[in-house]
């Protein structure tokens, strides 16, 4: 079986989440699956239920940079300039979950997954 690890315990709240675990799947062996008669579902509801908290929206968003961007990590910042200087702690624990899982790096995933977004990857960063 394919173990791809846990939820990144630093991350607080809400958001990222989805992007780290799409990226961990893809670049680590995992797969995504369609099955016919399977269905999922979410609901949007009209209002959260919660409050949302940038901060932290943005941390969690962050470290998913740091650990999963590679070489595009300098390209997020250009388009995410506060997020710079913004203390997310250490992701050590994180980047070391993509050397036990052999993970591939992002211009494989560029190259394999998703290449209509190299394109926008250069817009971003001319």
């Known amino acids: 079986t394919w173990g ?3 939820y ?5 709240e809400w958001g990222g989440e989805h992007i780290e675990m ?3 799947t893809w670049r680590c062996g995992g ?3 369609i099955v016919p008669c399977s269905r999922i579902g979410h609901v949007f509801r009209a209002k959260n239920p919660y409050v949302v ?17 590679d070489n595009y990590l300098e390209t997020f910042y250009n388009n995410y300039e506060p997020m710079r200087d913004l203390d997310v702690g250490d992701v050590e ?14 211009d494989w995933y560029l190259d394999n997954i998703y290449p209509e977004l190299r394109a926008e990857l250069k817009k971003l960063s001319d």
């Open 8 to 12: 990144d315990m630093q991350m607080t």
């Open 31 to 33: 797969s995504i699956e």
């Open 53 to 69: 908290h940038h901060t932290a929206l943005f941390k969690n968003v962050k470290r998913v940079a740091l650990v999963w961007l």
């Open 22 to 24: 799409s990226l961990r």
């Open 93 to 106: 624990e994180r980047r070391e979950v993509i050397r036990k899982l052999d993970c591939k790096s992002m």
């Open 4 to 6: 791809s690890g846990t």
